[in-house]
């Protein structure tokens, strides 16, 4: 069972830029492919994007390709979400998410494990 920890959320300007990680604990991370989910207020949580578990294949929702990449470090148990050029509508809780599949799917119900979030705000 992995147990995931958000961090490196807070409050930035429009523009600017903040790296998310999430640590996961317990075994066999590899073996995981990994997701960012983001849930602003009032609406449902929405897929951000994915890497996949063996070949570290990433995937990106359309409104923030080009601007977030998404990595993983197997050695660290760690996989990270930089942003960069926010946008006040990136402003949500952002989740990090494990799943089995070996390709990772945009469905929030796939996922295995979640973490609890961390608060991102963008101000324009």
């Known amino acids: 069972q992995a147990q995931l920890v958000e961090s490196g959320g807070g409050l930035v300007q429009a523009g600017g830029s903040l790296r998310l990680s999430c640590a996961a604990s317990?075994?066999?991370?590899?073996?995981?492919?990994m997701g960012w989910f983001r849930q602003a207020p009032g609406k449902e949580r929405e897929f951000v994007g994915a890497?996949?578990?063996?070949?570290?294949?990433?995937y990106y929702e359309d409104s923030v390709k080009g601007r977030f990449t998404i990595s993983r470090d197997n050695a660290k148990n760690t996989v990270y979400l930089q942003m960069n050029s926010l946008k006040p509508e990136d402003t949500a809780v952002y989740y990090c998410?494990?799943?089995?599949?070996?390709?990772?799917?945009?469905?929030?119900?796939?996922?295995?494990?979640w973490g609890r979030g961390t608060q991102v705000t963008v101000s324009s």
């Open positions: 998410a494990a799943s089995l599949n070996v390709i990772p799917l945009i469905t929030a119900t796939t996922y295995n494990f």
């Open positions: 317990g075994r066999s991370f590899e073996n995981y492919s």
């Open positions: 890497i996949s578990r063996i070949l570290g294949n990433t």
